[in-house]
C-alpha cells in the first residue's frame, strides 16, 4: 500500500519557468490537501480539495493553481516559478467525513524545490 | 483566527532523559489536535491525535499528550528519549472535522545528546 506518492522527489527550476508537482493517492479518500514548508515556519497550506471536483484557496495561494484531475490525483502547477516559491512541498489526502477518526492526514514524501 | 503554537523552536535532552514539548492552541471550540514527527528528509507521520474523551492520549513510539483544556495546551511528553526520537515535531489542529486542512506549529526541533 503506497499511501500517498509524490513526484517528482527534487526539481531546480529557472526563475520564470513553469512545472507541475503530481500527487496521487491510493486509499480512496476524499479530500487532498497542497502545503508548503519553509524553515521556521511550519508547513503553510496552499490549496486544498475537499471532494473530486472542489478545489479553494488555503493560507498561500499566491502564485499556485492546482487540478483535482480524479478522487486519486491532485497536481499544484506553478505558472511562473519565483525565488520565494523555493520550498519543500507536501501533498497530504484524508477522508472527513463528519465522523472524528477519519480526520487524519497522511503525507506523501515531498518535493524539494529550489528555484534560482 | 485559529492558532497553534509551539514555543519552543528548539529542545535539547539527553539520551534517556524525560522530554517535554509544548503546544498552545486558540480555537474558538475544541479542536482535534494532532501531533506529526519529521524525520530528515522524509514526510510527516502521525504520533497520537485527540478528538474527545480522556485527556491522556497515547501514541506511537512511547509518546502520549495531555489535553488541558484550562490551559490551552496539548504538550507531547516521553519518559526516556532515544537517539533515534532526533527529529523536528508538530503540533496541529483541526477546527472541526471539516476538509479545509491542519493548521500547523512552527515545529520544535529536537536533539539528542548521548
Known amino acids: 500500500n503506497a499511501g500517498v506518492t509524490q513526484t517528482p522527489k527534487f526539481q531546480v527550476l529557472k526563475t520564470g519557468q513553469s512545472m507541475t508537482l503530481q500527487c496521487a493517492q491510493d486509499m480512496n479518500h476524499n479530500s487532498m490537501y497542497w502545503y508548503r514548508q519553509d524553515p521556521g515556519m511550519g508547513l503553510r497550506l496552499i490549496y486544498y480539495s475537499a471532494s473530486e471536483g472542489t478545489t479553494d484557496k488555503g493560507e498561500v495561494p499566491n502564485g499556485y493553481n492546482v487540478s483535482r484531475l480524479n478522487k486519486r490525483e491532485f497536481s499544484l502547477r506553478l505558472e511562473s516559478a519565483a525565488p520565494s516559491q523555493t520550498s519543500v512541498y507536501f501533498c497530504?489526502?484524508?477522508?472527513?467525513?463528519?465522523?472524528?477518526?477519519?480526520?487524519?492526514?497522511?503525507f506523501g514524501q515531498g518535493t524539494r524545490l529550489t528555484v534560482v | 483566527a485559529q492558532s497553534v503554537t509551539q514555543p519552543d523552536i528548539h529542545i535539547t535532552v539527553s539520551e534517556g532523559a524525560s522530554l517535554e514539548l509544548r503546544c498552545n492552541y486558540s480555537y474558538g471550540a475544541t479542536p482535534y489536535l494532532f501531533w506529526y514527527v519529521q524525520s530528515p528528509g522524509q514526510g510527516l507521520q502521525l504520533l497520537l491525535k485527540?478528538?474527545?474523551?480522556?485527556?491522556l492520549v497515547q501514541g506511537i513510539k512511547g509518546f502520549e499528550a495531555e489535553f488541558k483544556r484550562s490551559q490551552s495546551s496539548f504538550n507531547l511528553r516521553k519518559p526516556s528519549v532515544h537517539w533515534s526520537d532526533a527529529a523536528e515535531y508538530f503540533c496541529a489542529g483541526d477546527s472541526g472535522g471539516g476538509a479545509d486542512g491542519l493548521t500547523f506549529g512552527k515545529g520544535t526541533h529536537l536533539i539528542i545528546q548521548p
Open positions: 497530504a489526502s484524508s477522508d472527513p467525513d463528519g465522523r472524528v477518526m477519519n480526520t487524519e492526514a497522511f
Open positions: 485527540y478528538f474527545s474523551g480522556d485527556t
